[in-house]
Nanobody
Framework: QVQLVESGGGLVQAGGSLRLSCLVS????????VAWYRQAPGKGRELVAT?????GKSYADSVKGRFTISRDNTRGYLQMNSLKPEDTAVYYC????????WGRGTPVTVSS
């Protein structure tokens, strides 16, 4: 019974920042690769960032230099700076090596 609970989204102005959190339970999280995805209105889910258990990180080109993925023993994080209106989406975390259902996600809205 792995559970993924995202939080930290909200409404911000362009140029602002948000820090998203993903609480992971029911699994030895420290051994898992963690990824953040987003789904904009009318579009499918997009991979945003990934962090491996060895600390290696990767980002979508659209967020490089603005977003930072990190983790501790129980949570994954996504620090989002210099937000743009095109970042507006529902953000989800997941574990790519597992066949898990999607959580509820946390909505992020960036206004001009």
């Amino acid at each position: 019974q792995v559970q993924l609970v995202e939080s930290g989204g909200g409404l911000v102005q362009a140029g602002g920042s948000l820090r998203l959190s993903c609480l992971v339970s029911g699994i030895n999280f420290a051994l898992e690769t963690v990824a953040w995805y987003r789904q904009a209105p009318g579009k499918g889910r997009e991979l945003v960032a990934t962090i491996l258990r060895n600390g290696g990180k990767s980002y979508a080109d659209s967020v490089k230099g603005r977003f930072t993925i990190s983790r501790d023993n129980t949570r994954g994080y996504l620090q989002m700076n210099s937000l743009k209106p095109e970042d507006t989406a529902v953000y989800y975390c997941n574990l790519p090596s597992r066949a898990l259902s999607w959580g509820r996600g946390t909505p992020v809205t960036v206004s001009s």
